[in-house]
Every structure is written in C-alpha cells, then in structure tokens.
C-alpha cells in the first residue's frame, strides 16, 4: 500500500515569493493533516481536514498561509508571500479516523528554504 | 510554545551504551505516542500509551506513561547505530497530538 505521498520533496524560494505544496494521502484515509517542523523540533499543526472540511486551522497563519482539500482527498497548501521565517519542513499526515482513535501516517515532507 | 518538553535535546552515545529520554508537560494527556524520524523522512510511530502507570517493551525499548499522564519516558538498552533518529513523544488532547521539542540521538558504532 502506497504511503503518503508529498511533492516537491525540495523548494528553494526567494522571499516574497508563493510556494504550493501538494499532499496526497493514504487511499482511505478521511482525516489529513498539515504541519510545520523546524530543524530538530518537532512536528506543529497548521491545520486538520476530516474530509473535505478544515476542522482546525487555528495555528495557520491565515494572513498568508492558505489550504485546501477538494474532494476529501487530496490537499494543497499555499504561502503568498514566503518570508524568511517560512523555511521548514512542511509535513503532510493522513488518518483513517480522527487522531485520538486512528493512527497518523506522515509524508516525507518538503523541505522549504527562503533565500 | 509546545506543550511537552523533551530532555535531553541532543543525545550522542556508544553503541551498547543504556539510555532514557524524558517527556515532561504540565497538561493531562489522553494518551501519548512515541515517535522515531529519520533524515528526510516523516516520522513513524513507535508506540501508543494510553494508562496512567502503563509500561510498554518494544525488543530494547521500553515505554513508560506517568501515573498522572502528564509525562513520560523512552528506556533504550544496548543502544545500537540503527537507533540514530529524532524521537518524538507527543501527547493527544481532545483530537489533537500535540508534539514534543525532540530528542536527538546519535549511536555511535
């Protein structure tokens, strides 16, 4: 069975620019999540999808931070503009069920850098 | 801010040596995972605890959940260089995992 699947795996941006990344999670899988990891930490949500509907997206920095998740099953999230401060990794995770019941499966990931 | 502070940060040590990572939090948890992430990977889920007290053995790991759920411990014995990784321990609230500062480990041969 085919993992969480996440693309670009690598981005390199200058500042101000936009970036998407794009998620496709484990066939199934109702609840998608999105988070940031900074080098050695760990993982932050930005938000949770169950289905097609943003659940929780309290710690998305929604001035310019911007997700979506058409259909319930794949997801892409946006930064317009990237600033400095954006470079990370962004994880994707998907869930059969909710986290508390279901295990989380995690992506690889896309390293993002803001030059 | 993260809700779990993990210690040490950084850990590195010879292999065959003993270990324990320490996940410590002033929050009641639901229950709490442990995770294990590689370089370039997304991290993979070790183990759930879900009772106060409980312990839990993986091969030379062995998991411990605080008898008031508001912490935990990660036990390694006879560290090997295939343990090297970032552990994670994260703890659910409600129907949120909330994530750990990290623990760095390097085994070395």
């Known amino acids: 069975e085919a993992g969480v699947v996440q693309s670009p795996r690598y981005k390199i941006i200058e500042k101000k620019q936009p970036v998407a990344f794009w998620c496709n999670p484990i066939?199934?899988?109702?609840?998608l999540y999105w988070y940031l990891q900074n080098l050695g930490q760990g993982p932050e949500l930005l938000i949770r999808?169950?289905?097609?509907?943003?659940?929780?997206d309290s710690q998305l920095p929604k001035d310019r931070f911007s997700a979506e998740r058409l259909k319930g099953v794949d997801s892409t999230l946006k930064i317009q503009p990237a600033e400095l401060g954006d470079s990370a990794v962004y994880l994707c995770?998907?869930?059969?069920?909710?986290?508390?019941?279901?295990?989380?499966?995690f992506g690889p990931g896309t390293r993002l850098t803001v030059l | 801010t993260q809700l779990l502070e993990q210690s040490p940060q950084f850990l590195s040590i010879q292999e065959g040596e003993n270990l324990t990572v320490y996940c410590n939090s002033s929050?009641?948890?639901?229950?709490l995972q442990w995770y294990r992430q590689e370089p370039g990977e997304g991290p993979v889920l070790l183990v759930t605890?879900?009772?106060?007290?409980e312990v839990k053995k993986l091969k030379r790991l062995t998991f411990q959940f605080g008898d008031a759920r508001k912490d935990s411990s990660l036990h390694i014995t006879a560290a090997q260089p295939g343990d090297t990784g970032l552990y994670l321990c994260?703890?659910?609230?409600?129907?949120?995992?909330?994530f750990g500062t990290g623990t760095s480990l390097t085994v070395i041969p």
């Open positions: 995770a998907s869930s059969l069920g909710l986290a508390g019941a279901d295990t989380q499966y």
């Open positions: 066939s199934g899988h109702n609840t």
């Open positions: 999808y169950e289905n097609e509907e943003a659940v929780d």
């Open positions: 929050s009641v948890f639901s229950s």
């Open positions: 605890v879900v009772t106060g007290g």
């Open positions: 994260a703890g659910l609230i409600g129907n949120q995992f909330y």
